[in-house]
């Protein structure tokens, strides 16, 4: 990632939770955004780098937290846990979920998979 791009934390207030009327069903609106999405996946050649994913929730967070991937590789399980975000290692993290905001040129993480030496932490560990 350029340094000169500088990750904010993600604010979840706002986001609606899944199942709510807000989360409308997939649109020809939806389709039109999606294609201009991946044409410009494809100019920046970040087409099997970045995908898409609907922002929503499923519960309540604490400002202090930020969601991160455990990765049990074995068990073919991923399990997405709320963390204090002063327990999480920014080395020992990789970002895996962003929000653009209209108020803000800066993406937001909304997700982070925890990594060690031997790729994934958590169930899974390095051997």
């Known amino acids: 990632m350029s340094a000169a791009i500088q990750i904010q934390p993600m604010q979840w207030g706002d986001i609606p ?3 709510s009327e807000e989360l409308d069903v997939f649109t020809e609106k939806d389709a039109a955004c999606f294609k201009e999405i991946r044409d410009v996946l494809i100019k920046h050649n970040a087409l099997d780098r970045f995908g898409m994913c609907l922002i929503h929730k499923h519960f309540e967070m604490a400002e202090d937290e930020e969601l991160t991937e455990l990765t049990d590789a074995e068990g073919r399980k991923l ?10 290692d920014p080395a020992s993290t ?18 982070t998979c925890a990594r060690n030496s031997g790729g994934h932490l958590g169930c899974h560990r390095g051997t």
């Open 94 to 111: 990789t970002p895996t979920n962003w929000r653009f905001t209209a108020s803000s040129e800066q993406p937001m993480v909304g997700c």
């Open 79 to 88: 399990t997405i846990v709320p963390r204090k975000k002063s327990e999480i």
């Open 17 to 19: 939770y899944m199942g």
